[in-house]
């Protein structure tokens, strides 16, 4: 599903719905708004009236009127506060309305570019917000539904009164729907059960990826090479998995020479059951979203040529299952990873960090400006932030505001957490380098990070533990439902784009 862009005037665009939005301390009509009531005779804004609408976000009123002997609908979607105006509001507003045209079965729905009008934000801004509400919002996983026989997905089309603002709402209305395309694909792949999600399915859709874009391709290492790369926390993990383990990395070139190397590594274990120290049954349930981190990667990759970062842009990511049979790992094996360093595994459900040692190895090897990583690294992050935010652990305060900066405009919620120092006596083991989990109950998303610092050494380097945010229980808000969410890709198409 595409979002239209069009020249011309809305009061005179043909629809089954158009769509209006106001803010809560502006009640009167302006701008466009204005020009369509008008040509109503003022019914609009007697309606919104009788019926006390307050703008506020949210909130919405439904309106039916004669037009020239045509019956058309208007629906008003509430802002909230014209100071507060900002993308994301225009992305839950646009979610709203698409909900609503939905229900009311309309096929053509019509609007304007919200917020640019009065200068609050730019015409770019607006239409991206416009897009990335609206599809992420129509986003359903029915791979294994048969489809409903009389649903209708509505259709957006902007409506544009000048060339010049056209050219920017353009640009920003196809970025936006790059970046929801991308953040679908994320959800996909995060939905699809793990039986369908393997470790080789992994590298097929990074394959595919490639295949798709002439700027970027693929290495994929098998078990072979991995053995001889040393890379013993991937094949650790799989041991007791009949599914092969492998390491892929995506590269991206960009057109004009650079030197500049961006890493982006993601989780990837397609299923985590805990191995020998077995998750109990509920814990396992949503566990297919362990490879979210992975799967955000590859849908940042999946619009990187739209993006076109002035970087080298490498996507890496171990691909493995956590699964058991005699031979899985056990509590108290010793394996070496890719650095040569020792980890005593206590616990192989803290598997996420083993193969993180590798696929960190594997890029700090190649001096990169920064590693960036996401992972559904630990239940503790989950426990200390919620469900929706991400917590961030770095080892520079730059590339942090970076990221920070990136995810307040994607709207996706990330705050930073100390890599505290003192907490490194936590990990330390009697018979090998590291142990793999801390000797203390508390602290588990602030122990993991520090358990993967040794492995960045001193690149720049930003942890993003998504555990919370990457799967959903139920619906977060009116573009996020429940299931994979595809959280990260838009933050970090988002910093590309400032590259
Ligand atoms: N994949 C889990 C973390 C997780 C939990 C992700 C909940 C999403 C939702 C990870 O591999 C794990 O099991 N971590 C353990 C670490 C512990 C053994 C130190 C955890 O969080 O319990
Ligand atoms: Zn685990
Ligand atoms: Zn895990």
Same mark, same amino acid.
């Given at each position: 599903?595409?979002?239209?862009?069009?020249?011309?005037?809305?009061?005179?665009?043909?629809?089954?719905?158009?769509?209006?939005?106001?803010?809560? +301390?502006?009640?009167?009509?302006?701008?466009?708004?204005?020009?369509?009531?008008?040509?109503?005779?003022?019914?609009?804004?007697? =309606?919104?009236?009788?019926?006390?609408?307050?703008?506020?976000?949210?909130?919405?009123?439904?309106?039916?009127?004669?037009?020239?002997? %045509?019956?058309? @609908?208007?629906?008003? =979607?509430?802002?909230?506060?014209?100071?507060?105006?900002?993308?994301?509001?225009?992305?839950?507003?646009?979610?709203?309305?698409?909900?609503? #045209? /939905?229900?009311?079965?309309? *096929?053509?729905?019509?609007?304007?570019?919200?917020?640019?009008?009065?200068?609050?934000?730019?015409?770019? !801004?607006?239409?991206?917000?416009?897009?990335?509400?609206?599809? $992420?919002?129509?986003?359903?996983? +029915?791979?294994?539904?048969?489809?409903? *026989?009389?649903?209708?997905?509505?259709?957006?089309?902007?409506?544009?009164?000048?060339?010049?603002?056209?050219?920017? !709402?353009?640009?920003?209305?196809?970025?936006?729907?790059?970046?929801?395309?991308?953040?679908?694909? #994320?959800?996909?792949?995060?939905?699809?059960?793990?039986?369908?999600m393997l470790p080789a399915d992994l590298v097929q859709v990074a394959r595919d990826i490639a295949k798709e874009q002439e700027?970027?391709?693929?290495?994929?290492?098998? @078990?072979? !090479?991995?053995?001889?790369?040393?890379?013993?926390?991937?094949?650790? =993990?799989?041991?007791?998995?009949?599914?092969?383990?492998?390491? %892929?990395?995506?590269?991206?070139?960009?057109?004009?020479?650079?030197?500049?190397?961006?890493?982006?590594?993601?989780?990837?274990?397609?299923?985590?059951?805990?191995?020998?120290?077995?998750? &109990?049954?509920?814990?396992?349930?949503?566990?297919?979203?362990?490879? !979210?981190?992975?799967?955000?990667?590859?849908?940042?990759?999946?619009?990187?040529?739209?993006?076109? &970062?002035?970087?080298?842009?490498?996507?890496?990511?171990?691909?493995?299952?956590?699964?058991?049979?005699?031979?899985?790992?056990? &509590?108290?094996?010793?394996?070496?990873?890719?650095?040569? *360093?020792?980890?005593?595994?206590?616990?192989?459900?803290?598997?996420?960090?083993?193969?993180?040692?590798?696929?960190?190895?594997?890029?700090?090897?190649?001096?990169?400006?920064?590693?960036? +990583?996401?992972?559904?690294?630990?239940?503790?992050? %989950?426990?200390?932030?919620?469900?929706?935010?991400?917590?961030?652990?770095?080892?520079?305060?730059?590339?942090?505001?970076?990221?920070?900066?990136?995810? *307040?405009?994607?709207?996706?919620?990330?705050?930073?957490?100390?890599?505290?120092?003192?907490?490194? @006596?936590?990990?330390?083991?009697?018979?090998?380098?590291?142990?793999?989990?801390?000797?203390? @109950?508390y602290g588990g998303a602030l122990t993991a990070g520090l358990f993967l610092e040794p492995f960045v050494g001193k690149t720049?380097?930003?942890?993003?533990?998504?555990?919370?945010?990457?799967?959903?229980?139920? /619906?977060?808000?009116?573009?996020?439902?429940?299931?994979?969410?595809?959280?990260?890709?838009?933050?970090?198409?988002?910093?590309?784009?400032? $590259?």
């Amino acid at each position: 599903m595409n979002i239209i862009l069009k020249r011309g005037l809305i009061q005179e665009t043909p629809s089954d719905l158009l769509i209006l939005a106001q803010c809560s +301390d502006q009640p009167t009509l302006g701008g466009a708004a204005l020009c369509v009531d008008e040509h109503l005779h003022g019914h609009l804004a007697q =309606v919104k009236k009788e019926e006390a609408f307050s703008g506020k976000s949210g909130e919405s009123l439904l309106v039916r009127c004669q037009d020239q002997e %045509v019956l058309r @609908r208007f629906l008003f =979607v509430g802002l909230g506060k014209r100071a507060d105006l900002c993308e994301e509001v225009l992305r839950e507003a646009m979610a709203c309305a698409y909900h609503s #045209a /939905k229900v009311l079965k309309a *096929k053509n729905v019509t609007t304007i570019l919200h917020g640019a009008g009065a200068g609050e934000m730019t015409p770019r !801004a607006s239409a991206k917000a416009i897009a990335e509400g609206w599809l $992420l919002a129509s986003y359903s996983f +029915d791979r294994y539904k048969k489809p409903k *026989k009389d649903t209708v997905i509505p259709e957006l089309t902007v409506v544009i009164r000048t060339a010049r603002t056209m050219k920017m !709402a353009q640009a920003g209305a196809d970025l936006g729907m790059a970046f929801a395309q991308a953040t679908c694909l #994320a959800r996909d792949l995060v939905n699809t059960p793990a039986q369908d999600m393997l470790p080789a399915d992994l590298v097929q859709v990074a394959r595919d990826i490639a295949k798709e874009q002439e700027q970027v391709s693929v290495r994929v290492f098998d @078990r072979t !090479a991995l053995k001889k790369m040393g890379a013993g926390g991937i094949l650790g =993990v799989s041991q007791g998995s009949d599914h092969d383990p492998y390491l %892929v990395e995506m590269h991206y070139t960009p057109k004009k020479p650079s030197k500049k190397h961006i890493f982006l590594v993601g989780k990837a274990v397609t299923f985590d059951s805990g191995g020998l120290s077995i998750k &109990p049954a509920q814990g396992m349930e949503t566990m297919k979203c362990d490879m !979210a981190g992975a799967a955000a990667v590859l849908g940042a990759f999946s619009a990187i040529t739209h993006v076109a &970062p002035n970087a080298h842009v490498h996507g890496v990511f171990g691909a493995v299952e956590n699964a058991i049979s005699g031979n899985a790992l056990r &509590p108290g094996d010793v394996i070496t990873v890719l650095n040569g *360093k020792t980890i005593e595994v206590l616990n192989t459900d803290a598997e996420g960090r083993l193969t993180l040692a590798d696929t960190i190895s594997y890029a700090a090897k190649q001096n990169p400006d920064v590693i960036i +990583d996401l992972a559904t690294l630990t239940g503790a992050c %989950v426990v200390a932030l919620g469900e929706e935010v991400t917590g961030l652990m770095s080892n520079n305060d730059l590339w942090s505001e970076r990221v920070l900066t990136a995810a *307040k405009s994607a709207g996706e919620n990330m705050w930073r957490l100390p890599l505290l120092k003192s907490y490194k @006596r936590l990990l330390k083991s009697s018979i090998a380098d590291y142990r793999n989990i801390s000797t203390s @109950r508390y602290g588990g998303a602030l122990t993991a990070g520090l358990f993967l610092e040794p492995f960045v050494g001193k690149t720049p380097w930003v942890h993003l533990d998504i555990a919370g945010p990457a799967f959903a229980e139920k /619906k977060i808000n009116s573009y996020t439902t429940g299931g994979g969410t595809g959280h990260g890709v838009r933050t970090l198409l988002t910093l590309l784009k400032t $590259l």
